[in-house]
Nanobody
Framework: DVQLVESGGGSVQAGGTLRLSCAPS????????LAWFRQVPGKEREAVAI????????AYADAVKGRFTVSRDNYKNTLYLQMNSLKPGDTAIYYC????????????????????WGQGTQVTVS
């Protein structure tokens, strides 16, 4: 049962941009902490960006600080990840995630803190 649905992945050259989106299919984003994770084969799924329920608090992994921006539109019930200055090392499957309550202040959290997941969208940077 897919709970979240990601879109916007694709292939891009180094230095390019992509914008990922995520919308819920079976839950609401109301009052939930949301996050983007990414995973490459053979490695652990790692948090990329996290955002509080009202969008006022965000946190980023060191590898993406200054290049990625997480945001949410609570009216549209949608989560976004704007990715600029992409590097080959950003190649991964990107997942959106939600947890059962809020996170203020936002901080990088392990995947076990999140109970709702999408199926992922591939991002390839060459």
């Amino acid at each position: 049962d897919v709970q979240l649905v990601e879109s916007g992945g694709g292939s891009v050259q180094a230095g390019g941009t992509l914008r990922l989106s995520c919308a819920p299919s079976t839950i609401s984003f109301d009052n939930r902490c949301l996050a983007w994770f990414r995973q490459v084969p053979g490695k652990e799924r790692e948090a990329v960006a996290i955002i509080s329920n009202d969008g006022t608090s965000t946190a980023y992994a060191d590898a993406v600080k200054g290049r990625f921006t997480v945001s949410r539109d609570n009216y549209k019930n949608t989560l976004y990840l704007q990715m600029n200055s992409l590097k080959p090392g950003d190649t991964a499957i990107y997942y959106c995630a939600a947890r059962g309550n809020n996170c203020v202040p936002a901080r990088i959290r392990p995947r076990t803190d999140f109970g709702f997941w999408g199926q992922g969208t591939q991002v390839t940077v060459s």
